[in-house]
């Protein structure tokens, strides 16, 4: 089975911070790699899949990159209401499967 | 618009049964495959179930496999999932979320999901 691996597990910055997080598969998914927010008792939404496509709606200073078995995702100036869980997918194939999370707080 | 409703969660002892339902509208339920998605108390989703839009492909993940069956009924918009055998580690909050093969092929990215139905098997 594909393992995802996102780090770090956390983070802490600041309102106009680059942050950025990375996914890494244990095999090569090409590019089908999506990333999922969840904010605080919400239920998880789709921001970005196949890498770097972001889903309608998603403002623009999220970014996705990578492809094979390392991926990026970015958020370019931090907001307030970006607190969240963020999630990796692998989705190349039926059951997919997601990162352990990695949970985003603002200083 | 898009919808998902869960029901059928609940309290229920340890070996026992449950069957979730998920009411889907506002898209044509018959062209997509659908997830079970679960989520335990603080911790990571995982997904435990997955149904082709025909009903004919079902994967499961190892923690559920034997015990769980998932099901659909196009006729009725809606999707099951049958859980025998409850242990304490089935305890979540069970996600339905819409399979969509954005990038085509059979499976993609879950581009929906319902609210979410509490599970909690205990003594």
């Known amino acids: 089975d594909i393992q995802m691996t996102q780090s770090p597990s956390s983070l802490s910055a600041s309102v106009g911070d680059r942050v950025t997080i990375t996914c890494r598969a244990s095999?090569?998914?090409?590019?089908?790699l999506a990333w999922y927010q969840q904010k605080p008792g919400k239920v998880p939404e789709l921001l970005i899949h196949?890498?770097?496509t972001l889903q309608s709606g998603v403002p623009s200073r999220f970014s996705g990159s990578g492809s094979g078995t390392d991926f990026t995702l970015t958020i370019s100036s931090l907001q307030p209401e970006d607190v969240a869980i963020y999630y990796c997918q692998k989705y190349s194939g039926a059951l997919k499967t997601f990162g352990q999370g990695t949970k985003v707080e603002v200083k | 618009q898009v919808q998902l409703v869960e029901s059928g969660g609940g309290v229920v002892q340890p070996e026992r049964a449950l069957r979730l339902s998920c009411a889907a509208s506002g898209f044509s339920f018959s062209k997509y495959a659908m997830q079970w998605v679960r989520q335990a108390p603080g911790r990571g989703l995982e997904c435990v179930a997955v149904i082709s839009y025909d009903g004919i492909n079902k994967n499961y993940a190892d923690s559920v496999k034997d015990r769980f069956t998932i099901s659909r009924d196009n006729s009725k918009n809606t999707v099951y999932l049958q859980m025998n055998s409850l242990r304490a580690e089935d305890t979540a909050l069970y996600y339905c979320?819409?399979?969509?093969?954005?990038?085509?092929?059979?499976?993609?990215?879950?581009?929906?999901w319902g609210q979410g139905i509490l599970v909690t098997v205990s003594p």
């Open positions: 196949a890498a770097s």
């Open positions: 979320a819409r399979d969509h093969a954005i990038s085509g092929g059979s499976w993609g990215v879950l581009d929906y």
């Open positions: 095999q090569d998914i090409r590019n089908f």
